[in-house]
């Protein structure tokens, strides 16, 4: 695929992610008000899970071979950059008050709480000794994160639905309005559209933002591939023909000169280990 092709699949896959993306806060929004779940609870179980689908698929696709470094860091990369996509939007706004003062709410403290309480129990895991798995399949860590999710999703729904967590606005003055209740609010765009008609657009947006960001890690490895084939395939040529020492890296390479190297050091490591037999050759 030319580079030409391959930047207009980008740009097409990203305006793809980005309507998707939209589509999904605004689905999130209104299943939000049609189950009773609420913006900070609806937002912490259908918006994360579905904008994060992308990276729950690298994440245990390199978990099951075996590369947990790779899915532990990816997972808390993701929650890093996540997190400075707020510190700019609050830059960015350029409001006096910060971003947390406009939610009004205590429950995005539980929140952060929990996202910090679930990387601890990732990287506390990561430390953890093979022997220590249950039945040498299950690590302790993994029940424990589904423990403190579970656990946490049940503590925030029950504060949110409790009156000692509401909080009265510090910058409002008495006899004001509040500036939200001055303005009408506009209808939402899915207001008309049945709960089922809804959950299929958010089904969708899902689908468009997996689909979409995979076959843009595709094409991207698709095309390292042929470049670094064909490096490795010009070194050889290179050094097969010519002389020096890019004929001697290719030769200490070669099966034999590896299996020669071996036999060296078992000669030099039972030399130095006394009781062992040197070999005679």
Same mark, same amino acid.
């Given at each position: 695929?030319?580079?030409?092709?391959?930047?207009?699949?980008?740009?097409? +896959?990203?305006?793809?992610?980005? !309507? %998707? +993306?939209?589509?999904?806060?605004?689905?999130?929004?209104?299943?939000?008000?049609?189950?009773?779940?609420?913006?900070?609870?609806?937002?912490?179980?259908?918006?994360?899970? %579905?904008?994060?689908?992308?990276?729950?698929?690298?994440?245990?696709?390199?978990? !099951?071979?075996?590369?947990?470094?790779?899915?532990?860091?990816?997972?808390?990369?993701?929650?890093?950059?996540?997190?400075?996509?707020?510190?700019?939007?609050?830059?960015?706004?350029?409001?006096?008050?910060?971003?947390?003062?406009?939610?009004?709410?205590?429950?995005?403290?539980?929140? +952060?709480?929990? #996202?910090?309480?679930?990387?601890?129990?990732?990287?506390? +895991?990561?430390?953890?000794?093979?022997?220590?798995?249950?039945?040498?399949?299950?690590?302790?860590?993994?029940? %424990?994160? #589904?423990?403190?999710?579970?656990?946490?999703?049940? !503590?925030?729904?029950?504060?949110?639905?409790?009156?000692?967590?509401?909080?009265?606005?510090?910058?409002?003055?008495?006899?004001?309005?509040?500036?939200?209740?001055?303005?009408?609010?506009?209808?939402?765009?899915?207001?008309?559209?049945?709960?089922?008609?809804?959950?299929?657009?958010? !089904?969708?947006?899902?689908?468009?933002?997996?689909?979409?960001?995979? =076959? %843009?890690?595709?094409?991207?490895?698709?095309?390292?591939?042929? =470049?670094?084939?064909?490096?490795?395939?010009?070194? =050889?040529?290179?050094?097969?023909?010519?002389?020096?020492?890019?004929?001697?890296?290719?030769?200490?390479?070669?099966?034999?000169?590896?299996?020669?190297?071996?036999?060296?050091?078992?000669?030099?490591?039972?030399?130095?280990?006394?009781?062992?037999?040197?070999?005679?050759?």
């Amino acid at each position: 695929m030319t580079t030409p092709l391959l930047v207009l699949v980008f740009a097409g +896959g990203a305006v793809a992610i980005w !309507v %998707a +993306g939209v589509a999904l806060s605004k689905t999130t929004s209104a299943l939000d008000s049609r189950l009773g779940l609420g913006e900070e609870l609806g937002g912490l179980l259908l918006l994360a899970v %579905a904008g994060s689908l992308p990276e729950v698929a690298i994440t245990v696709s390199a978990a !099951v071979e075996g590369h947990l470094d790779i899915a532990a860091g990816n997972l808390i990369g993701g929650i890093a950059v996540q997190t400075m996509v707020l510190v700019v939007c609050d830059i960015a706004s350029g409001r006096e008050r910060p971003l947390t003062f406009l939610v009004g709410a205590l429950t995005p403290v539980l929140e +952060g709480m929990l #996202v910090v309480l679930v990387i601890s129990a990732v990287l506390m +895991g990561s430390l953890l000794e093979p022997s220590t798995a249950i039945g040498g399949v299950v690590s302790p860590a993994s029940i %424990a994160i #589904v423990a403190l999710w579970l656990v946490g999703i049940y !503590v925030i729904n029950r504060v949110r639905k409790s009156p000692r967590w509401s909080v009265s606005m510090p910058g409002a003055r008495p006899g004001r309005r509040h500036r939200r209740e001055s303005h009408s609010e506009k209808p939402h765009p899915f207001a008309a559209l049945s709960t089922l008609q809804i959950a299929a657009i958010f !089904v969708g947006a899902c689908a468009v933002t997996l689909v979409g960001r995979g =076959r %843009a890690r595709d094409e991207r490895e698709r095309a390292r591939g042929p =470049r670094r084939h064909q490096r490795r395939h010009l070194r =050889r040529h290179r050094a097969r023909d010519g002389d020096g020492p890019a004929r001697d890296q290719l030769r200490d390479r070669s099966g034999p000169a590896r299996r020669q190297r071996a036999r060296d050091g078992r000669h030099l490591w039972r030399q130095r280990v006394p009781g062992l037999p040197v070999p005679s050759c």
